[in-house]
């Protein structure tokens, strides 16, 4: 018996370029976000240095506007902001890349993968997480989807909010924004506090820089 996903799937993907082609004349991209200005400071974080894309994942990757920064913390923890800006979805040839797709085609090996909350201003919010390991490097990843108005952790949610997005205000952007903390020999809880920390702290800076 074919589960509800599959049905839906291409349902949703049939729906979605169909409104597609209607609407397509009448979006207005926004300008790109001024990652530029995007702060050295996140709390208890100090960015250490830029993760920039190699060129071939960036070709790969499809995104309009990218940020990669490492951070670190005052209490010894190392970690990553990646944000992957998307323009426009018209036709959908330009969409994020799901990290459940992008990690293990790097080498990760994920352990556990759910959701948790993350507490933001209008209230706690859904994002995915991944707990891996790569050789004897063990990393806790947090990722959401995130445009002007929401955040959504589900793919397929996502795809359906393009539709409402499309007829509702002419617009089709949206990012992948990416937290990784490394374990450093401490707890998963521990490490899952600790990038939950630092996703929460940049979670208002980016809908700022997205409210265009």
């Not at 349902?11 to 050295?40: C, D, H, I, N, Y």
């Not at 797709?101 to 959701?115: F, I, N």
């Not at 589900?154 to 949206?174: G, M, N, P, Y």
Request: glycine share 6%.
């Amino acid at each position: 018996m074919l589960s509800r996903v599959a049905i839906l799937a291409p349902l949703v993907l049939a729906a979605q370029t169909g409104v597609t082609v209607w609407v397509a004349r009448a979006e207005k991209p926004p300008a790109p976000p001024r990652f530029s200005s995007f702060p050295t400071t996140l709390g208890n974080w100090t960015k250490t240095g830029d993760d920039p894309v190699p060129p071939e994942t960036l070709q790969q990757l499809g995104a309009d506007s990218t940020l990669g920064s490492i951070y670190a913390s005052k209490d010894g923890w190392l970690g990553s902001l990646f944000v992957a800006w998307f323009q426009s979805q018209r036709g959908g040839a330009s969409q994020p890349h799901s990290p459940q797709v992008c990690l293990p085609a790097a080498g990760w090996v994920p352990t556990v993968s759910d959701r948790i909350e993350m507490n933001a201003a209008g209230g706690p919010v859904a994002v995915n997480r991944y707990i891996a390991n790569l050789g004897q490097d063990k990393v806790v990843v947090l990722y959401w989807y995130q445009t002007r108005a929401r955040v959504i952790a589900s793919e397929w949610a996502a795809k359906w909010w393009v539709i409402v997005d499309r007829l509702k205000e002419q617009r089709t952007d949206t990012s992948l924004v990416r937290v990784v903390v490394w374990n450093s020999g401490r707890s998963d809880q521990a490490t899952t506090a600790a990038a939950l920390t630092l996703a929460q702290q940049s979670y208002p800076v980016l809908s700022r820089l997205f409210a265009r």
